[in-house]
């Protein structure tokens, strides 16, 4: 019998482990082998979404909220900063608290990895992109942002945790990388969180109408969760630096999504127009030809397949 491949890393923290992406992030590294710590407040994350590792050995949840300092004793050859509420619902609600984890909390995840040498992933966004003026983005685009707009704390908290990053490697050496993901979406997220997709799935299989806002001509490009989690361990395993884009560069409007989830879903919904939010961005798709050359890395599960996952599981949730 073949020996197991050795995992790439030990241990692992990941912070904003009970979230969407860092439950993925978690269930990914412990499938090859690296033992994983989840750091977690539970402000818009559970531990349902790491249900299915409570109990292994190689995994810790711990309850802690990053912006106060918090230490890990284990040796850790990795740290995975995922921690902040990503939805605009969620930051909207807890602007302070956006704004604190991602300095405070950027700042202590930072030192916890330079404590221990570690390699260190900022979860950075598109969003730091603002409302962008060059399309598609690419890393050497500096945004459009309105720094006290309400999407503002969410941001500003990125692109700050983003120079504080770039400082920290400048200043003591630590080995830092920054992702900017795009729209993600899969398992796990919220049907109330606000976002496109878990707001259209739920709204497709309850048969209401969907909730598209404005004319529903803006655009986002969408990626499924495994293909981002593949990217960002590329990136963790990777001794760049970053910025790089991690998203799917297949770009479509809310409106086409709308109706691509009713089909999906085998609903007969329609369509409700409402009032879009002030400052939501009217286009956002990525360059990732950073990451196809340096990470060999681009998204591999297409739209059709991705949303017909991401509604099987809904529906499985609904049936208990
Ligand atoms: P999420 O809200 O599902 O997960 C965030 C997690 O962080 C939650 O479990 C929450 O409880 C935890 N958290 C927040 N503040 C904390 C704090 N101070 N201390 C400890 N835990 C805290 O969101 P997500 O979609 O999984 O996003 C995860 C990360 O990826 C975020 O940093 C987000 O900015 C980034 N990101 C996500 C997307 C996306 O499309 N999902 C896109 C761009 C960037």
Known sequence: MAAAPSPRWEHAVVTGGAGFVGSHLCTALIAEGTAVTCVDDFCTGTPENVAQLAGRPEFSLLRADVTEPF????????????????????????????????????????????RHGARFVLASTSEAYGDPQQHPQSESYWGNVNPVGPRSV?????????????AEAGVHGTATGIVRLFNTYGPRMRGYDGRAVPTFVRQALAGEPLTVTGDGQQTRSLAYVDDTVRGILAMAASDLPGPVNIGNPDEITM?????????????DSTVRFIERPADDPAVRCPDITLARDKL????????????ARTIGWYRGQAAG
């Open 154 to 166: 969410y941001d500003e908290a990125k692109r700050f945790g983003e120079a504080l990053t770039t």
């Open 255 to 267: 409106l086409d999504l709308a109706y691509k989830i009713i089909e999906l879903a085998g609903s």
């Open 71 to 114: 230490d890990i004793a284990r040796p850790t050859d990795l740290v995975l900063h995922f921690a902040s509420p990503a939805s605009p619902a969620d930051y909207l609600r807890l602007p302070l608290h956006t704004l604190e984890t991602g300095s405070l909390g950027t700042r202590n995840a930072l030192m916890l990895a330079r």
């Open 296 to 307: 060999q890395w681009e998204p591999r599960i297409s739209a059709d397949e991705g949303l």
